[in-house]
């Protein structure tokens, strides 16, 4: 029996992450889920004959899941086995023209140098200071707490200051692209990556050029059995160690005593002591719901919520090879298809709207001779509109768009739908407003505005998760967990 208790809220990629570093630390360790399954937005679905992915559609940076078996001392391909991908995705255009991203960053510019209007010197020279941009920041943006201050005294930190001009911190992502391409299809393909963190191209910092660095020299990846995979091995991990996990239990609030984060009460009344409490639920209704007596930090619940997203898992009842194991970007200007789903207030107000598909006909995923789509495209979190009516808009628009350029009648192929948009996710997953990346990244001040991985007013209370730092995704979210389990740490040992 381990003499020290913690308590995790939410079973989220971030929670299973610190589950299992704070077991290897020595806690006993109880995860408490709302919903009967883990995985939190990473989760699935199975619906006649098929089965769909619903969180990321894009498995990067696999080093940091290798890490918590590492950790574990456990054997990793006991539990998780992927592949890397020779090709990252499609591009598939209004005007015909189609561009294949391939992983090799050399195999791409050259591609790029065929298609677009760009020499592949040009390319590989972005890539160039993408990868320099990562190297001089991720110890300090993504490895460590903004918020303390012995983060700010190391070496890393110094010389990214030093070299703060090179960071395009004070332009915008679609600003730098602009600056570097002259092709217009080329530009809004590098503004993409803005939806890696849910903003706006023509908003987030130019910082954020340094994202396609994480696919072409880290690459991209694909699990064996599919995205969920990534949960159920983590969560296999967790059991196996001996982490315990309660599953369709609510936590009504989190017990604080003369500002010391004590334990948990559940729903049915049930008190649950812990020497320290990580919230793994989104950081706006863990104020409001769990902490509702405490003061909230109003500045940081007010920020602006990144995008959320519309998602359409369709059945499909044919094989299209070009789209098989790849994301597939169906990239245009959609302002006079999609403009009705924006306002002008909208903060993450982007004219551009990709149409992101994942395709799979991997046994376990569809019927013989069939596939599953994941359908996606960027919208804003829910504040109330008239979502019935923005689905139906955007299901019409989406199917003529894809059977213009696939040259199919595509609505007569789907035989299964299921809908996902941002009140669902919302209730699901009580991420608030249904956003995919908690606040949003659309200023330059964005990393230091959110809420930190730990409470500034109560004593051994925590966070982890998308929308705290380091932010949302897979590796930021697995990255919160190890910052969280070395705060605590560090705060036990003094």
Not at 185 to 212: K, V
Not at 350 to 369: F, G, H, L, M, R
Request: glycine share 6%.
């Amino acid at each position: 029996m381990k003499s020290k208790k913690a308590i995790v809220i939410g079973s989220g990629i971030a929670g299973l992450a610190t589950a299992i570093r704070l077991h290897n630390q020595g806690f006993g360790v109880h995860v408490f889920e709302a919903n009967a399954y883990p995985g939190g937005k990473l989760s699935e679905i199975y619906t006649k004959g098929y089965r769909f992915d619903c969180g990321p559609s894009l498995f990067t940076m696999p080093q940091f899941v290798e890490e918590l078996f590492v950790d574990s001392k456990k054997k990793i391909s006991d539990y998780f086995k992927y592949k890397r991908k020779d090709i990252v995705c499609n591009y598939f255009y209004e005007d015909g023209t189609r561009f294949t991203a391939f992983a090799d960053e050399a195999k791409f510019a050259e591609t790029a140098s065929q298609v677009f209007d760009v020499s592949a010197k040009e390319v590989t020279s972005y890539f160039d200071r993408s990868k320099h941009k990562y190297d001089l920041t991720a110890s300090l943006f993504l490895e460590k707490s903004l918020h303390k201050l012995s983060t700010y005294l190391s070496k890393d930190t110094v010389k990214a200051i030093a070299r703060i001009g090179m960071l395009d911190i004070n332009s915008t992502l679609h600003k730098v692209n602009t600056k570097q391409y002259k092709d217009p299809r080329l530009i809004q393909l590098f503004d993409r990556f803005a939806t890696y963190n849910g903003s706006s191209p023509y908003q987030t910092p130019g910082i954020m050029s340094m994202i396609p660095h994480l696919e072409q020299y880290y690459g991209t990846f694909f699990p064996e059995g599919g995205m969920y995979n990534i949960t159920k091995s983590l969560y296999q991990l967790a059991l196996d160690l001996g982490v315990t996990f309660t599953f369709e239990t609510k936590v009504r609030q989190i017990i604080v005593k003369n500002k010391i984060a004590k334990g948990i009460m559940l729903d049915n009344d049930e008190v649950i002591d812990a020497d320290v409490v990580v919230s793994n639920m989104d950081i706006v209704p863990t104020y409001k719901t769990l902490l509702r007596d405490q003061e909230a930090p109003q500045k940081t619940l007010k920020q602006p919520r990144s995008s959320s997203a519309l998602i359409f898992y369709w059945g499909v009842k044919h094989k299209f090879p070009e789209l098989d194991l790849h994301n597939i970007f169906f990239s245009q200007d959609y302002k006079k298809e999609f403009d009705f789903i924006f306002s002008k207030k909208d903060v993450t107000n982007d004219p551009t709207v990709y149409i992101n598909i994942t395709s799979k006909n991997e046994t376990n995923d569809a019927p013989e001779n069939c596939e599953n789509w994941f359908v996606m495209i960027n919208v804003p979190g829910n504040q109330g509109q008239d979502w019935d009516t923005i689905i139906e808009t955007s299901r019409t628009n989406i199917l003529q768009k894809l059977s213009r350029i696939l040259g199919v009648e595509l609505k007569d192929l789907i035989e299964v739908e299921e809908i996902l948009d941002p009140r669902t996710i919302e209730s699901k997953t009580q991420s608030y407003q249904g956003s995919l990346y908690g606040s949003s990244s659309n200023n330059k001040y964005a990393a230091f505005l959110r809420h930190p991985n730990f409470s500034r007013k109560i004593k051994n209370l925590y966070f982890c998760g998308g929308s705290v730092h380091p932010g949302g995704g897979i590796p930021l979210c697995l990255l919160s967990g190890k910052i969280v389990s070395d705060l605590i740490k560090n705060d036990k040992k003094r």
